[in-house]
């Protein structure tokens, strides 16, 4: 089992940067790959992007891409989202999400066993 805890949320204005963590114990963090998926009111969870367990590579919905960025912290136990230029439509419930098998497209929400309980993040305009 892995037991996820998102931190970081909360009410911001359009521009602004926020920095969400996602603290996983439970099991060898460094074999996780950890995935970002967020959750607006009305509409499905969607993909917002993916830090792999091995060498770190990262994809983006094409929404957030260069705006947001994951890095992880195996020391930490901790992976981040770390979100610049916010815009009101990146108000949401932002969930982290875990893995520890390799099925192939960490791009759905599927693909992950474990999830976090989410955290809301607001944009103001």
């Known amino acids: 089992q892995v037991q996820l805890v998102e931190s970081g949320g909360g009410l911001v204005q359009a521009g602004d940067s926020l920095r969400l963590s996602c603290a996983a114990s439970?099991?060898?963090?460094?074999?996780?790959?950890m995935g970002w998926f967020r959750q607006a009111p009305g509409k499905e969870r969607e993909f917002v992007g993916f830090?792999?367990?091995?060498?770190?590579?990262?994809n983006y919905a094409d929404s957030v891409k260069g705006r947001f960025t994951i890095s992880r912290d195996n020391a930490k136990n901790t992976v981040y989202l770390q979100m610049n230029s916010l815009k009101p439509e990146d108000t949401a419930v932002y969930y982290c999400?875990?893995?520890?098998?390799?099925?192939?497209?960490?791009?759905?929400?599927?693909?992950?066993?474990?999830w976090g309980q989410g955290i809301q993040v607001t944009v103001s305009s």
């Open positions: 830090i792999i367990c091995a060498g770190g590579r990262t």
């Open positions: 999400a875990a893995t520890n098998l390799w099925r192939g497209n960490f791009n759905m929400r599927s693909q992950y066993d474990y």
């Open positions: 439970g099991r060898t963090f460094s074999s996780l790959t």
